[in-house]
């Protein structure tokens, strides 16, 4: 293992967490910002109603801007066709649908069952390859609920690598594993990549989508490294915890994770004080607003840098 | 990996982090309760000098208290031959040293070089020796600052090996590997048990002391797990994080190893739900102290026990 893509979710997975909305141009200086740092890849919205959204409702404006930020793969999340078609209307180089594993989850969030969602894959990737294969976008798919539901409980991990067989049968570029829940632990994260990865294809899993609700998200996120994870998506200021629950953090926090992944000698392209100071900007735009991680606080070891 | 030891130090790491003296009755409570939850193996305090830690002057009416616990491996810290007599004097089942690998952070601490300490640690040790086999205690050696220093910065690998050896020549048991910074990472952690085990022999050194500094602990724990550690260091609540760094967080934090080892369907004797409930004995016997953990607020997965 010598490099990781850090994916940036924050200024989707985030923001549409809470219950304020980022003025546009804070949105524009965070994803300019964190770019400078030498993040690669950031998810900077998702194409959902904006009745159902209105945190989201600029998503359109940022994938142009972000576009114009050199070297940043501009990625969005799509709940279903429509959203697929203002994806690629946009110009987003990278689209993920959430596909859940518990489908009583996804009934209850899109009034999907799992055959009508492998019908929408389906649909959104036949309408992508109508694209000219020079701005055709990625289009991956994220199994969420993967590792258990707060629903249903526990999901079977057989029924996850069916899916994710359905949804590359179905036309994805790929399938990324997403614990949603905040369920997942390192051995399960093991198990499940090995499957997955055995049952698509080594590159047809890549990406790994971790919450830190239970305090586990970068040892799930080592786990899935030791098991050949090249992507990990995180959120600055690990940005949308749960109100209900105070302390349980949302994504795995960015500043946290470029520093484990910086002391391991694993490349990212990161600058780690440029990123650290990416904060002030989210502190200043959201005041009051919870932020995670430690590293932020307690600053990097003395002599780092010189050595890991 | 079936099963693991989890050795908790908040009575002492804890608690000797922190200006407030805890009192002895809720001490008792707190060792009670989390003894009751199945932690089998608690640092008690530390016979330091209490005009230097006045917190920690009852701990010989704790080890008295502890040792009437049913089941419960009754731990304490030492900082050199007198402390040492005062544990065996109170029927401490075992002792642990702290031999800081930075000889600029021994120097300052315990005004001691590296030969001197060695020199303790012989002392101690021949010491332990006069004691009958049946009521001998337990002599480790915690080999402080291993992963890296606030004062000296990185420290060099071959030196904590070295030092290692030395701790085990002079007669201790064990030796554990202490982050005492908070700078270790999950490659670090690998790469030094590794070297320590094949120096000292591997069952030679069975435990690892981490702090949460950077939110590396677990990750860094896990790491352990994989290269054959079976005693893991915490703190309940993470108690002991700087107050000069907010949010940065003493040890690692009791309620969140514990879930993850459960998690994982390692063994560890610990009631969840009960030690969850043990947090409260802290928050009441120390109003408004900082604690830590995220599984304490986002509660146990649903139907989690049923399944991992």
Not at 50 to 72: H, I, K, S, W
Not at 81 to 87: I, T
Not at 118 to 130: F, H, K, N, S
Request: hydrophobic share 45%; glycine share 10%; proline share 7%.
């Amino acid at each position: 293992m010598t490099a990781v893509l850090v994916s940036e979710v924050g200024p989707r997975d985030g923001l549409q967490s809470i219950s304020r909305t980022m003025p546009l141009e804070a949105k524009k200086a965070w994803i300019r910002a964190e770019a400078e740092a030498g993040v690669r890849e950031i998810e900077v919205g998702s194409f959902v109603p904006p009745a159902l959204l209105p945190q989201m409702a600029d998503t359109a404006e940022l994938v142009a801007f972000a576009r114009t930020v050199p070297g940043l793969a501009v990625a969005v999340l799509v709940p279903n066709l429509k959203g697929a078609e203002r994806g690629i209307a946009a110009g987003a180089h990278k689209m993920s649908i959430p596909f859940s594993m518990s489908e009583t989850h996804s009934i209850r969030n899109v009034r999907k069952d799992h055959p009508a969602m492998v019908a929408e894959i389906r649909a959104i990737a036949d309408r992508v390859r109508q694209e000219p294969a020079e701005t055709r976008p990625h289009f991956e798919v994220g199994l969420a609920t993967a590792f258990g539901c707060t629903i249903e409980g526990p999901v079977e991990e057989e029924q996850v690598v069916r899916l994710a067989e359905a949804a590359i049968e179905a036309g994805a570029a790929e399938v990324g594993l997403s614990d949603t829940t905040g369920y997942a632990n390192p051995a399960q994260v093991k198990r499940l990549v090995r499957k997955v990865k055995a049952a698509v294809g080594p590159k047809r899993l890549n990406t790994l989508h971790l919450h830190n609700t239970r305090g586990l998200g970068l040892a799930n996120a080592l786990a899935g490294l030791e098991e050949g994870i090249t992507t990990l998506d995180s959120s600055l200021g690990g940005l949308g915890g749960c109100p209900a629950a105070p302390g349980a953090s949302g994504n795995i926090v960015t500043e946290d994770l470029a520093f484990m992944l910086a002391a391991m000698g694993i490349e990212t392209g990161i600058d780690l004080p440029k990123l650290l100071a990416v904060r002030a900007i989210l502190e200043e735009a959201l005041p009051g607003e919870p932020l995670y991680g430690f590293t932020p606080d307690a600053g990097l070891p003395l002599g780092f840098g010189g050595r890991a």
